[in-house]
């Protein structure tokens, strides 16, 4: 079979990469895990809150922060936007 025949030119690295996709295996799983304990934690946070706040307004409030965060330009930014909000009433 010619599969068995291209592992055997390869058998002398086999454990090496057998112990090498074990432990990505293992550290994936891992990050995986604590990815979904973290999705958890965002919902019990969401939870808390939602009768304390509008967290929909609060979750475009962080997208505009963050946008404004990331402008390289500020004058050029805040003139856009002042045209785009009163000449063009960019609304929702």
């Given at each position: ?8 030119l ?8 057998r ?32 009768t ?18 990331a ?22």
């Amino acid at each position: 079979m010619v599969y068995h025949d291209h592992m055997a030119l390869h058998d002398d690295k086999a454990p090496e990469l057998r112990e090498t996709i074990a432990e990505f295996a293992r550290r994936l799983q891992n990050v995986e895990a604590e990815m979904s304990e973290l999705r958890e934690r965002k919902k019990e946070l969401v939870e808390e809150f939602r009768t304390r706040l509008d967290l929909k307004s609060f979750t475009l409030a962080m997208r505009v922060a963050k946008a404004k965060a990331a402008v390289v330009h500020e004058f050029e930014f805040e003139t856009m936007l002042d045209v785009l909000e009163t000449e063009f009433a960019v609304l929702p």
